[in-house]
């Protein structure tokens, strides 16, 4: 399960609408927790906005530059926050994850939310979390999202 | 002695450090003594013939090691060595369908004009819609 503030699920979905048509992307910082059934509970504290380097392609792929992330995570970490997931919008869209996204998903057990952008405006909004044990069973898992105060 | 920062989804091969402690006079001698104390890290960022796997980013410092002299770039005291898998991807033509609930569900909420808005928290959903 995914457990992201309110003001943090309108944050990237606004961050979506302001880059549309192009997709966004940015990092989602806060903790890891056992909820001891073997699950494990992300809860999201900030959202790092990030600037996708994919000029050549920006309407339809996204990449976050290692630089900005070092950044973003050498920061969360002075904040005693981690690296919980990710998250990026897709423009006139399905919310829903591509054979693109899961090829370049490596963060095993981190959430990545994806926003359909229609027309502008941030539709839907689902998470998926990228489970497996190496590169060659890992899939994305539906997950629930838990919108906190 | 040079640091090497774990990414998260690794550290469940690094004793669940966050960060480890590894001589090395270069990134290369550094890795190679990460992959040694935890040998269960070296397929995750190691391909079969001994290659770093391309998703994997190494910096020192702030320095992306491929810009640098890549794994024969020395380390002094002090350094940080990142491991930064890739961040990546994209919508694209044929999306595939994800299993599992598309249903919404909403605890408590009005439905009148509220497409464009976010459920009342504290609010357990499947979908933002």
Redesign the interface.
Known sequence: ?LKI??SA??SL?RHGEETYPH?C?G?LLGQ?GDDGDGSVTKTVSSVAPCGNT?AD?PH?????D??E???I?REG?ERGE???G?Y?S??D??????????????????S?VI?SVEKG??????S?E?TGT?ESDKK???E?????? | MPQIQIPSPLRQYSGKQASVDVPGKTVGEALAGLVAQHPDLKRHLYTDDGKLRAFVNVYVNDEDMRYLQKEATALKDGDTISIVPSIAGGCSPGVTDSSGVRALVIIGFECHGWSRTLPRPPAEIDSIQ
Not at chain 1, 60 to 64: K, M, P, S, V
Not at chain 1, 93 to 110: I, K, N, Q, V, Y
Not at chain 1, 121 to 126: H, L
């Open positions: 399960m503030p309110q699920c309108i979905r997709e992307c990092v890891f994919r392609s339809n792929r996204y990449n976050i290692p630089r992330l070092i950044r995570q970490r981690d690296i919980v990710f990026h897709h423009p869209h399905p919310a829903r994850w591509s054979p693109t996204d899961l090829a370049e998903a490596h963060w095993f057990g981190c990545y926003t405006a941030a539709a839907i909004t689902n998926f990228l190496d994305f898992v539906d629930k999202i838990a919108i906190e105060a």
